[in-house]
């Protein structure tokens, strides 16, 4: 039996907000504010998690193309590149942990030189955070969507 070859891993770079993008927007549901700026004290680990996720998601066979006649998303017309735009936070009961939604957009070359929108490929990455210990982990499946 012959076997498929493995694809080179697919790195990607989270970048600031472009200047083109829309303003981001942060929902907030069933949660004190403290409780939000907790978690926001500890952002760079949140946003080392979803980075985590977001790398796998576009390095998990079968969720995504590589040829130019392929399935979507399509790694071959991806930059590498995504910026976090929404944001959601949701307080859940017995037990007390908070739902994490991070919306990221991954971005494609630009097609032209007067190109500003870039957006290719949305993720939605659902974290669970415990605000026992302030720590962070995937919740459930990324859903994506084409932009």
């Known amino acids: ?13 989270r ?6 993008a829309r303003r981001p927007d942060t929902h907030l549901d069933n ?3 403290s409780d939000y700026q907790a978690i926001q004290q500890r952002r760079h680990k ?6 985590q996720e977001v790398e796998a998601y576009l390095n998990t066979p079968g969720l995504y193309g590589e040829d130019e006649n392929c ?15 929404d944001e959601s936070y949701t307080g859940h009961v017995g037990p007390v942990w908070i739902q994490v939604g991070i919306t990221c957009r991954c971005l494609e070359p630009p097609s032209r030189s007067e190109q ?10 659902w974290l669970r955070c415990d605000p026992k210990t302030w ?5 459930r499946n990324t859903d994506s969507s084409a932009i």
């Open 46 to 51: 949140m946003l080392d998690i979803v980075h």
């Open 15 to 20: 970048v600031e907000l472009p200047s083109w």
């Open 71 to 85: 399935m979507f998303p399509n790694r071959s017309r991806m930059s590498g590149e995504y910026y976090v735009i």
């Open 31 to 33: 949660m004190r504010l």
């Open 135 to 139: 720590s962070f982990k995937i919740f």
């Open 1 to 13: 039996m012959r076997r498929k070859e493995q694809l080179p891993r697919f790195w990607m770079t």
């Open 116 to 125: 500003q929108d870039r957006d290719y490929l949305g993720l939605e990455v």
